[in-house]
């Protein structure tokens, strides 16, 4: 039996992306990105 996601539920995150836009899928990106080379450079 297989559930699959309401279109409430798909609405709502595209609401939801849209909110923060590129500016925030960017600033994520780059945040991950800089933690990923923080860890690189310390166990390096």
Same mark, same amino acid.
């Given at each position: 039996m297989?559930?699959? &996601?309401? &279109?409430?539920?798909?609405?709502? $995150? !595209?609401?939801? !992306?849209?909110?923060?836009? $590129?500016w925030g899928f960017l600033f994520f990106l780059i945040k991950g990105l800089i933690w990923l080379a923080l860890g690189y450079w310390v166990f390096k």
């Open positions: 297989e559930t699959k &996601p309401s &279109p409430d539920k798909k609405t709502a $995150v !595209l609401k939801w !992306l849209k909110r923060i836009g $590129v």
